[in-house]
């Protein structure tokens, strides 16, 4: 079992900057990937931004070079700075962990904090 618990969510003006953390504890096994997702009521969660624990990065199109993800591993931590923040990234955010072991795919998600992006 695994937890995860975000922080950093809050209400910010066009072109401003959020930074979302993410804290892991429980089962956490050497590798991983931790991702951020977001989701807009009634649409499918959208992929973020992930990273793996041998620093492998993905981003969504529409979030290059405007966020940044990043993780440390002793605090079982991951970030995701935001920057240049438009209103169509307001969504509620999600932390997700997962892992592979024997074919297997473990995942876990975190509550989720709110990012509102508005004039």
């Known amino acids: 079992q695994v937890q995860l618990v975000e922080s950093g969510g809050g209400l910010v003006q066009p072109g401003g900057s959020l930074s979302l953390s993410c804290t892991a504890s429980?089962?956490?096994?050497?590798?991983?990937?931790m991702n951020w997702y977001r989701q807009v009521p009634g649409e499918r969660h959208e992929l973020v931004a992930g990273?793996?624990?041998?620093?492998?990065?993905d981003y969504a199109d529409s979030v290059k070079c405007r966020f940044t993800i990043s993780r440390d591993n002793d605090k079982n931590t991951v970030y995701l700075q935001m920057n240049s923040l438009k209103p169509e990234d307001t969504a509620m955010y999600y932390c997700?962990?997962?892992?592979?072991?024997?074919?297997?795919?473990?995942?876990?998600w975190g509550q989720g904090t709110q990012v509102t992006v508005t004039a």
């Open positions: 997700q962990y997962s892992s592979i072991r024997d074919g297997y795919e473990y995942i876990y």
């Open positions: 429980g089962s956490i096994g050497d590798i991983n990937t």
């Open positions: 990273i793996t624990s041998s620093d492998a990065i």
